[in-house]
């Protein structure tokens, strides 16, 4: 099987850090785009930030000069380094990967089953 696993969420202060980790698992050749989403309550689900194998990336307006975001190719997990964090991150993050091949299922996608984040002070 293909399974993401995100870890790193917690409660942190308003201008806290944090950094979330997504690893992809299963016979898998390789991973196109490794991304994360967002959703806080009431709320739809937002882009956070993209990067693709070649490291590529696209943030969203919200996050830009905040987060980043970054991979390791050989070991098929995503990173979001979150720095300056503000009450509206609040939200669970979901890790995305895109145009995995693997040996069993082709090329799909696939979504991690989410991480919360709560910044609170």
Do not use: H
Not at 25 to 48: C, D, H, K, Q, T
Not at 70 to 78: G, L, M
Request: aromatic content about 10%; proline content about 2%; glycine content about 14%.
């Amino acid at each position: 099987q293909v399974q993401l696993v995100e870890s790193g969420g917690g409660l942190v202060q308003p201008g806290g850090s944090l950094r979330l980790s997504c690893a992809a698992s299963g016979s898998i050749f390789s991973i196109n785009v490794m991304g994360w989403y967002r959703r806080a309550p009431g709320m739809e689900r937002e882009l956070v930030a993209t990067i693709t194998s070649g490291g590529s990336t696209k943030y969203g307006d919200s996050v830009k000069g905040r987060f980043t975001i970054s991979r390791d190719n050989a070991k098929n997990t995503v990173y979001l380094q979150m720095n300056s964090l503000k009450f509206e991150d609040t939200a669970v993050y979901y890790c995305n990967a895109d145009g995995v091949y693997s040996r069993d299922y082709g090329v799909q996608g696939y979504w991690g089953q989410g991480t919360q984040v709560t910044v609170s002070s």
